[in-house]
């Protein structure tokens, strides 16, 4: 494993700050202002920087974000429209960083006050780490429903390497720089296991700080859950072909069974609660994506 001590300050932290916080956006009008409002009240007395990568937004993301300049010192927008993808816009925001820390969240979810002095401890321990995902805040119980609760620890949903998701994470320059930044095939959903699986077999420790809080908003309506469920199915595919190699395991016959058991029998929750018909749909949804993504990407990941 590479060394967890702190890393050495070159030239850069002279003019820019040592920590950087990198936002994707795209169409994110709606929701931006929660999340610079949670950025501009942190605790964190160090200077940091925070880089907005705009996507290719049709809406007012961008004039939004620079009106918040005054109150976030060290806020820039730069354009990442040039190729559609959270993994593109995460890696034009890095490059233009100068932090050796580097930061992650979302522009439609809400960091907790102390969230940039929890990643800041936690990274002096550890090459790249994951804070607390909490679900509750933001969503309305049907949403909850389909994806429950408060994150503990790092996720494990694969039976193969720990992950954090990107919507609260962290790394040290040198991870993403000898990773050679995110996955770009990985446009949406994914990407976070894809990178963090990368740096643990390169050798890079990830560890949880349960004080660094990210209030986490999911879908608002059913349909649009269906469709983010049938995407990360797709891409589960396509980690089962770049990682199989490495250990990555296909789920037993025993559980895939339990699964489509499960929704043959719930199928009557369709005409149920709410909350009972979107983790219905989602769980199906996720299986219809899996089908698919094997059928493309030529294995057999269901």
């Known amino acids: 494993m590479h060394d967890d001590g702190a890393e050495n300050v070159d030239a850069r932290a002279v003019a820019r700050p040592a920590v950087s916080v990198v936002m994707p956006a795209c169409n994110a009008a709606a929701t931006i202002s929660q999340q610079f409002e949670g950025l501009a009240g942190q605790t964190y007395e160090g200077p940091w920087e925070l880089v907005v990568a705009d996507n290719g937004s049709r809406d007012e993301t961008a004039m939004i974000a620079r009106r918040w300049a005054d109150q976030i010192p060290r ?20 490059r233009a960083t100068g932090g050796e820390l580097m930061l992650f969240c979302d522009a439609d979810d809400v960091v907790d006050s102390g969230w940039i002095a929890a990643m800041v401890t936690g990274l002096r321990r550890h090459p790249t780490v994951g804070g607390r995902i909490d679900r509750t805040l933001l969503n309305d119980p049907a949403s909850v429903a389909a994806r429950p609760g408060t994150t503990t620890s790092l996720l494990d949903s694969f039976g193969f390497l720990p992950y954090p998701l990107t919507a609260n994470c962290g790394m040290r320059r040198e991870v993403w720089t000898e990773l050679d930044g995110f996955d770009e095939r990985y446009h949406y959903g994914s990407e976070d296991v894809a990178f963090f699986w990368r740096a643990q077999l390169a050798g890079y420790a990830v560890g949880f700080v349960p004080d660094a809080i990210v209030h986490y908003r999911l879908r608002s309506n059913i349909v649009g859950m269906a469709r983010q469920y049938y995407t990360y199915g797709r891409t589960h595919t396509m980690l089962y072909r770049d990682f199989a190699a490495a250990g990555m395991p296909r789920l037993a016959l025993a559980e895939l069974c339990r699964e489509w058991g499960w929704l043959a029998r719930h199928a009557p929750d369709l005409y149920r609660s709410r909350a009972q018909r979107a983790v219905w749909l989602t769980r199906l949804a996720m299986r219809a994506g ?5 059928i493309h990407h030529r294995v057999v990941y269901l």
């Open 75 to 94: 806020l820039s927008v730069v354009d990442a429209a040039d190729r559609p993808g959270v993994s593109h816009a995460r890696n034009v925001g890095c």
């Open 290 to 294: 899996r089908i698919v993504g094997s």
